[in-house]
């Protein structure tokens, strides 16, 4: 569901996950541990919403047609 690189957290799909950051004493500072679920859910099928379908529709709807072939003009010249 995510991937950890160095301070990076990639979110590659859904799950969840606990995120556990750890931080050791120094300068003064007492250690630390600090934790966080991070919950990611299904992405929702943009096809099965109305209103999106219904856009894409009108859009395809309002293109042109495809052109159509035009026929060569070349010349031919007999001797």
């Not at 590659?12 to 919950?39: D, H, K, M, N």
Request: charged share 15%.
């Amino acid at each position: 569901m995510a991937t950890v690189s160095g301070r990076t957290v990639t979110v590659v799909g859904e799950g969840s996950a606990v995120l556990t950051a750890t931080q050791a004493a120094a300068g003064g500072y007492t250690a630390a541990t600090a934790q966080v679920r991070l919950v990611v859910g299904a992405r929702p099928d943009p096809t099965a919403d109305r209103q999106v379908s219904g856009v894409l529709l009108a859009q395809a709807r309002s293109m042109p047609p495809h052109a159509s072939p035009r026929p060569s003009r070349t010349t031919s010249t007999t001797a």
